[in-house]
């Protein structure tokens, strides 16, 4: 099924690593969440995310090399929404864009798709935000990893 999706991950420490052609790029110990979406089947892309082994092909994947993901939260639809769920977190909630164009080189619209996020409680406030007032229902799943 196609859909967009969110990882919720850690950084324990503070970092700095290649992220593919992005270049050199500094992180701050934390909490993250990437919003992406997969057109070609939501559950192999979330998969293939948590996997340890596999190629770096996209930028989270250069993240995923030292961050913890914690959640994943999947929503099926035809309709890419990450654009609207990372400017959510960004106006509603104050997140940082750690890295300009991390997970949005293609994207006309974002200027990334990873923000930076104070705590988990917060993640669980933007969660519920979307729920409420972007997708109008739950999430498809939310799993804890």
């Known amino acids: 099924m196609k859909g967009s999706y969110a990882l919720v991950c850690n950084l324990e420490e503070p970092a700095e690593f290649t992220v ?12 993250y969440i990437y919003f992406g979406s997969a057109l070609n089947g939501l559950e192999n892309r979330v998969s293939r995310h948590l996997r340890s082994d596999k190629k770096l092909h996209w930028h989270i994947d250069y993240l995923l090399e030292r961050a913890i993901v914690k959640q994943v939260w999947g929503y ?9 769920w990372t400017n959510t977190a960004i106006s509603v909630f104050n997140c940082d864009m750690p890295v300009l164009k991390f997970g949005s080189s ?7 798709h990873l923000v930076r996020v104070s705590s988990m409680s917060v993640i669980t ?3 519920e935000y979307l729920e409420k007032h972007i997708i109008r229902r739950k999430f498809d799943y939310v799993k804890n990893v």
């Open 106 to 112: 293609d994207c006309i619209f974002c200027a990334s």
């Open 20 to 31: 593919g052609k992005l270049g050199v790029k500094s992180f701050d110990a934390g909490y």
């Open 76 to 84: 099926h639809s035809s309709r890419r929404v990450e654009c609207e």
């Open 125 to 127: 406030d933007i969660r």
